[in-house]
Every structure is written in structure tokens, then in C-alpha cells.
């Protein structure tokens, strides 16, 4: 389907033009020869002798008179396709989502320019003079409006295809003859209006879309993306990524800041790259109340910009009180590492370190145990005891001091509880062969395999790998959060090289394949690789790493006393180990943040007392939005997912939402952190709307083509009231326009008459 322009010209082109008294075209043709030749044949005599040019100038006149008095004797129409006015129906949908607040429409915004056109300018009554209208506004939904009034530009977020397929549903049963679509195109909901607009086109339901907007902001710096951390430990530093666009400002210095409150805690400065191109920027943040916190970030407004409400965002970040991390440390004498790692620990909350320390034949000491039966038998003999913990440290023991099963229940605890384990000091080379040596990220190399300058281990002071030497930093652990002294990197670098030297190395095999190098050997090597001092590697699901140094207590113990880069390191690694070992409730959110009106969908995996999915579960949620309401909901079992109980509702608020999952079958017999769970989520404003919030011409032709509409831009909008009464739809009839009773062709007439009297009278013909 096409318009068709009751146009003279269009229409004898394409074969509209015809005469009602039924005589065709040829016939027509033979009928003006015919005439032409009469004339031609009374002027072969004239009354007075005239010129040539003259007679065929008279012969033309006089011709061209009979033919327009033999058109007008015929009746000559133009037929086109037209809707009968009042008997059809027509949609009108209106944009109202946030996109639709920004002002690039001559000073003002789409949405007061929409207003203008439709509401005070007439544009609704028009077609109300043609079609019964009806009116709609919709974002993410659609609803009836009668009013401007009714208009909020509230929507935080567009979908073109639910108000398309709205109205049609609406209007079902009646004759609709069209859909006006007034929007910017900036539709961010993953469906396709396209294939709604195909299946009106079906239809002859023709979509006329107007386009609101610019289709290029020249100047715009707006926050695509953020991602942190949810959850934090007391005194952690994490990083915020913050993905950021930008049109019309490469190069430009801005300031990125992140608000507590009105008080920024960090700021930095960063250079704009290309232009139309995401790049992400990291800034680091350490919480400084424990809390759950709502931070804001926030990219200074620069000059020119026209969407100002993309340059900040709201996140949430829990830095609440929690149950401490217990690390199991087995140790196999007194040494200074044991005592300076102890005391690392201490004063951090988020850390509980259960030793067992060997110090004689037979004689052990425990330190920091909860209960009297803690470690009471030495290494945990059970699973369940075992998985209590969330790492394992083992500090220079010997490989006889476990049994098989112990050390089958350590490689267990880390494939599959997702434990952390750390081997700090001297591997046993007894390990060989075990389950120990394929957790760790090196291999383990017998002594005599070694050349023999790196023969003798950290034991042997007078050797090359008992010497002092400092520690150089990898380009993975100069950016890894394990090595972090300070967020600047220059000052971090600082912070390095002011620490103190470490004394002797035990020298292991090469790094594994899948194994990240953190801190290594200046100048030892072994197999053309520097020799590690600290490796990571993921194993299973946990993780693990070596120190192959016994002397990072030289940190402190070298350093002023007020220094806290030792603590510092181990609180960090210790952490980094431990967080990956899940809880027996871990709670799951489908996003980092949410909008109000959006889905939230929570899932909660429960684990037995042997850390297994528990499917027999009965879960509750208690959530308490920004204003003190409080549901309890009930989580279903999903039956996919073993363990995992799932639950959904629509945010309606925005603010914190706090969240209680309760596991009310294990609640009589189990420890507080296996049968409830806190957590908490944060609904903040929208996003969406502002990014890619240039109008989507491209999108809106194709609605349009694809149900036999047309497109206008918003300037040209006027253009559809003379057009769409001729666009063919399913109501619209075929009517005959007669042309012979024209104003303009009578007038003709006139003057070609008038014209061939005074020439006559001229020439003194009769």
C-alpha cells in the first residue's frame, strides 16, 4: 500500500484518470485528432489573407477550446482511495517515557513540542474531522488519555511493541483505518515493533510514525554502565567501574566523582576518548561506615550538554556487620611468619583464625578457637567439620602430618565446598603425588632436580635463595586488589618500594598454565622463568595460592610501627581466598540495580549440612521497601536447579529494599547463618531512557514500510493530515473525483475564448 495524491499528473502516469461516460483513451485521442483537422480545414479560407504563423496560432486556439468543451462533455475523474469521514477509527500513540524530557527541539523539549502540535495547534482536532479518535500515552505500558494534562514523561523505559500491539487489542472489533506514532524511537525493551507493524500491515492497518528528536546529540557525556561490588568486608578496597559515552568532547578533561551523601569520597579526572565509543573507567573505593551505603556517581556537567540526567547514578554497597570468615591455619613450628600472620588478623572483625600449631613431638597449641571441642582431635576429621571453614592454611607442615583422607578431604573442600587454600612458606616435597600438588598453582620439584645454585630452600641463610632481595611486582599483581597498598597507582608503586626486603625463597617448579604470577624473585630463575614468590590460580570451584617465602613479617617487623602495609596484604589475600567459599544461603539478584516498575527476580541456594543442594527446604522472603512496608513472600523450589528457590515481584519504590530469607525447615536445629540470610538491594532512578537517546529514524521507517504507512519527521508532521484520508486501508473506499466542474478549468476556457475574440478583432476576421 502507497498513498495516493489525487494529483492530474500522478494520476494519468499511473493510470487513475479516466472519463465516467466510459469512452477510453484511444477513442479520445481520435475524437481530438478528428477535431483538430475540422478546425485546420475552416481556416484553410480565410475572410481576410493572414500569415502562417498566425493561421496555426488561430488554429491552436480554436483547438485547444473544443478539446477542453469536449473534456468537460465526457466528464473526466480521477479516482482515488479515500476513508469516509466519521465512520473509521484511528490510534493515536504518544510517547511518554523520560527520553521524551530532553530538550533538542528548538530550546524546548519533545515532549512541549508534541504538546504544541498536537493539543494546541490543532493537529488532534484535524483528524478528528476524518477519523473517530482515540488517544494513548505509553512508555513500558499504554494507557487512554483525553487531555495533555495526562502526559507525565515518566517512563523509565519505551516499548514500542506493547503500544502498537495495545492498541490493536484495544481497538479490536472496530474499523481502524490506522495508528499515529508520535515517539522518538528510542525503544529499550528488546522487542520487535517491526513484526507487530508487519502483522497490522496484514491487516491494511497502515502505522504513520512521526520522529521526535535529533537523530544526532551533538553534545552529550552520559554513564552507560556501573558495576561494583555488592557486598564488601570491613575496610575493603574494590573497584567501581563506570562505563561512560559521550558525543562531541574528545579529549576533554572531565571529573568523575562518587558521592556518601553530599560528601565525595573519591574523585578523579579523566581524559574523554573517541567519540560514539564506550570506555570503561575504573575508580577505587574503601567504605568508610558499616552500613549498607548508597553511593552516587557522578560525571561533572560540562558545557553545552544536552541530557543532563545521564551524568549520574545511584549504587548500593553492603558494608553491614557480618558473621566473620573462619580460616583453619595449621601450623608446623612457632616461627616469626605464624606469629606476625596471627597478628595481622587481629582487630579485624571480618577474620577469625582457628590455629593449630605444632611445637614440640606431639604437642599442639590451639589460639582462636570458638568452643573447647574446637580442633580438640587435631585436623577435622569430617566433612561437615571441615567445611565449616572457609580456608586453609598450611605453614611449612610436613606431608606426614595427614593421613590419605585428610588430604583428599582438603582437595574436596576446594573443588567442590569452593574453598580457599594457601601453602605459606616451604612445600614438603612429600607432597608430590597428592591431592595437595594439584591444588597448588606451581609444581612441586624435588631438590635434586634443582641446578645447584637453587638447591638448600629458605632454611639455608648462606645461599643465593637465602639472601635478602626485593620483591618485584608482576604487571598482574601491580593491578591485582591482593597487592593493593593505595588506590593511585603511582602511590602504590611508592608504597612497594619502600617496603622492606624479604630474606630466602623456596624454590618450586614453574607456575601452572591456568596460575596468575602476583610477586616474584628479581633475579632467580628457574627454567627461564623468575621464581614466584606469590601465585593464585582458581581450582575447582576455589580457589588457591602459594607464598613461597617465610619472611613477610620482615613488612612489620622492619617497618614503623604504626605501618599497616603487612596487615594490609594478608587481610587482603586472606579475604580473597575465603569469600569464594559459599554460604549454606547464598542470595542472588538477576541485576546489579534496578528501576522502578522493573521486575526483581531473586534466587536463594540452600546447602545442606554436608554442603550439598538441599531441595526439601521451606523458604520465606520478608521485604521491607524505603517506606516500612513489609510482605512476606514465599520462594518456590526451582526444579531445574537443585538447591536454588526462586521468587519475583515488580519494585515500586525507589530507595534500599531490605531483604530476610528464611529457612524455616532448618531454622529448630541450625546455626543462625544456615537457616536465615540478610541482604539488601537498591532501586535508583533510570538510566535507560538517557542512553542512545537520539531519535531512531531508521527504526520508525521500518514500522511504517512494514504495515504500508509512512514516515514523517517531526517538521514535516503537518504533511500527514493532507495525506492520510488517501492512504488505502481496510475501511477505505475507492470514490471518483469529477475534474470538469473545476474553477480553474472554467476560467481556462474563458480566457483561451477571450484570447481568440480580441486576435480575431485584431486580425479583422469575422
Known sequence: MQFIDPNLLQAIEEGRFSFAYGISLPIFLLIVLALIGIVWFSYRKTTRQISNGWKSFFIGLRSLVLILLLVCLLRPVISTTQVTPQETYLGVLIDDSESMQVQDQDSQSRAGAVSNLLFENGFLDRLGETFQVRSFRFDKETRRIATASDLLGSGNASSLEQALQYVDDQLNGLPLAGIVLVTDGADNTNSDPVAVAESLGSRQVPVFTIGVGQENIPQDIGIVDVSSARTVLEGSVFDVQVAINHQGYQGVPVEVSILDGDTPVVSETITLGEAGVTRRYDLQLTPERREEIVYELQVALQEGEII???????????????????????????????????????????????????????????????????????????????????????????????????????????????????????VDEGYQNTPIADILP???????????????????????????????????????????????????????????????????????????????????????????????????????????????????????????????????????????????????????????????????????????????????????????????????????????????????????????????????????????????????????????????????????????????????????????????NAYSREIQEDLWDRPWLLALLIVLLCTDWIARRMKGLS
Open 308 to 426: 543532563p540526567e545521564n551524568n549520574r547514578y545511584q549504587f548500593l554497597v553492603d558494608n553491614s556487620e557480618k558473621p566473620p570468615l573462619d580460616i583453619l591455619y595449621i601450623e608446623g613450628h612457632p616461627r616469626n611468619e605464624y606469629k606476625f600472620i596471627r597478628r595481622a588478623v587481629q582487630g579485624d572483625s571480618s577474620l577469625r583464625l582457628a590455629t593449630y600449631l605444632q611445637t614440640g613431638p606431639e604437642k599442639f597449641y590451639r589460639q582462636g578457637i570458638e568452643s573447647a571441642t574446637e580442633l580438640s582431635s587435631g585436623f577435622p576429621e569430617t566433612k561437615e567439620d571441615l567445611y565449616g571453614y572457609e580456608t586453609i592454611i598450611l605453614g611449612d607442615i610436613e606431608a606426614s602430618f595427614f593421613n590419605a583422607d585428610q588430604l583428599q578431604m582438603i582437595e574436596d573442600f576446594v573443588a567442590e565446598r569452593g574453598g580457599g587454600f594457601l601453602v605459606s612458606g616451604m
Open 442 to 728: 606451581v609444581t612441586i620439584v624435588e631438590e635434586n632436580f634443582l641446578p645447584s645454585h637453587l638447591r638448600g630452600g629458605i632454611r639455608r641463610g648462606d645461599h643465593p635463595t637465602g639472601e635478602l632481595y626485593f620483591p618485584r611486582l608482576t604487571r598482574n599483581g601491580e593491578f591485582s586488589p591482593l597487592m593493593r597498598l593505595s588506590s593511585d597507582d603511582a602511590e602504590n608503586r611508592r608504597l612497594w618500594q619502600e617496603l622492606p626486603e624479604l630474606q630466602g625463597i623456596h624454590v618450586t617448579g614453574r607456575a601452572k598454565p591456568g596460575a596468575t604470577v602476583l610477586l616474584e624473585h628479581p633475579i632467580l630463575q628457574f627454567q627461564n622463568q623468575p621464581l614466584p614468590v606469590i601465585a593464585t590460580q582458581r581450582y575447582g570451584s576455589g580457589r588457591s595460592m602459594s607464598i613461597n617465602t617465610a619472611s613477610t613479617w620482615r613488612w612489620q617487623m622492619m617497618m614503623h610501627s604504626e605501618d599497616q602495609s603487612h596487615e594490609t596484604l594478608w587481610r587482603q589475600m586472606l579475604r580473597w581466598l575465603a569469600v569464594s567459599a559459599p554460604e549454606r544461603i547464598t542470595i542472588d539478584f538477576d541485576r546489579e540495580f534496578y528501576n522502578v516498575g522493573d521486575e526483581v527476580s531473586i534466587s536463594a541456594t540452600v546447602l545442606g549440612d554436608d554442603y550439598e543442594p538441599d531441595n526439601d527446604a521451606t523458604l520465606w522472603m520478608q521485604l521491607v521497601d524505603p517506606e516500612g512496608q513489609v510482605r512476606d513472600i514465599p520462594m518456590e523450589w526451582d526444579i531445574e536447579e537443585d538447591g536454588v528457590y526462586r521468587v519475583s515481584f515488580v519494585a515500586e519504590n525507589e530507595g534500599v529494599h531490605e531483604l530476610l530469607v528464611d529457612v524455616t525447615s532448618a531454622a529448630a536445629d541450625a546455626a543462625p547463618d544456615s537457616s536465615e540470610k540478610h541482604s539488601a538491594f537498591v532501586v535508583t532512578p533510570s538510566l535507560r531512557e538517557y542512553s542512545n537517546a537520539n531519535m531512531d529514524a531508521g527504526l520508525l521507517e521500518r514500522v511504517a514500510a512494514a504495515s504500508g504507512g509512512q514516515y514523517y519527521n517531526f517538521s514535516e508532521a503537518g504533511n500527514l493530515l493532507d495525506e492520510i484520508e488517501y492512504v488505502p
